[in-house]
């Protein structure tokens, strides 16, 4: 990347054309990998909203399509934050230095997704919701937020809210995800809502853990 001039803003990331599209591409393949197949939903999970509090659909475009091709160093970290690489492997992209990303640590990957042990003869069945809850689990991880609240998973004053923070706060987070997920194939299966309104809710989930 060529330094920026004495007196000049400095900016993170100014590199040849190429590189910046090279730099897109991988960006977008990794969206895709984290499961948002289209920005507008990307943009909403992942990156602060607008000013006028929209998803910032403009941003993810911009780099993904090399329509812009310099960033400030806080911009340009919260964009390998929200597509879940290292800043460091962004950087060495745009200097030439590799051609790949390096997917960020521990933090924004999900937790171990083996059911809980009273739970693993239903576990592919609950597949299904286990993965779109665990889904808005690493967004928030994403953000910074390792330990959401049941407001923050599922919206304030909802069934499933106030179950996770319930009985499910006394499990580890990997099986409050399972447990809330079992809880809505089972409402699920009664004809009701995907919520955990009807599940007949027990204490024997977490005296089984």
């Not at 780099?63 to 950087?91: C, F, I, M, Q």
């Not at 790949?100 to 576990?123: H, K, N, Q, S, W």
């Not at 889904?135 to 919206?155: D, H, K, Y």
């Amino acid at each position: 990347m060529t330094p920026s001039p004495p007196g000049r803003k400095r900016y993170a990331a100014e590199a040849p054309p190429d590189r910046w599209q090279l730099l897109g591409e991988l960006l977008q393949a990794r969206r895709q990998e984290l499961g948002f197949k289209f920005r507008p939903a990307f943009a909403k999970e992942r990156l602060p909203p607008t000013p006028d509090g929209n998803p910032n659909v403009r941003l993810a475009a911009d780099v993904e399509k090399a329509y812009r091709r310099s960033y400030p160093p806080g911009t340009l970290r919260l964009l390998a934050r929200a597509y879940g690489v290292t800043y460091e492997s962004v950087e060495a992209v745009l200097r030439g230095d590799s051609g790949e990303l390096a997917p960020e640590a521990a933090a924004a990957r999900p937790p171990d997704d083996t059911p809980p042990p009273y739970l693993r003869a239903r576990g592919e069945a609950d597949r299904p919701w286990f993965d779109e809850i665990n889904e808005r689990r690493v967004a928030l991880a994403l953000r910074g937020i390792t330990a959401p609240s049941g407001a923050q998973m599922f919206g304030e004053g909802t069934d499933d809210a106030q179950l996770w923070d319930g009985i499910g706060g006394r499990l580890e987070i990997r099986d409050r995800v399972w447990f809330i997920a079992d809880l809505r194939r089972r409402a699920a299966g009664r004809g009701g809502n995907s919520g955990s309104s009807a599940a007949g809710l027990s204490r024997s989930y977490v005296a089984a853990g």
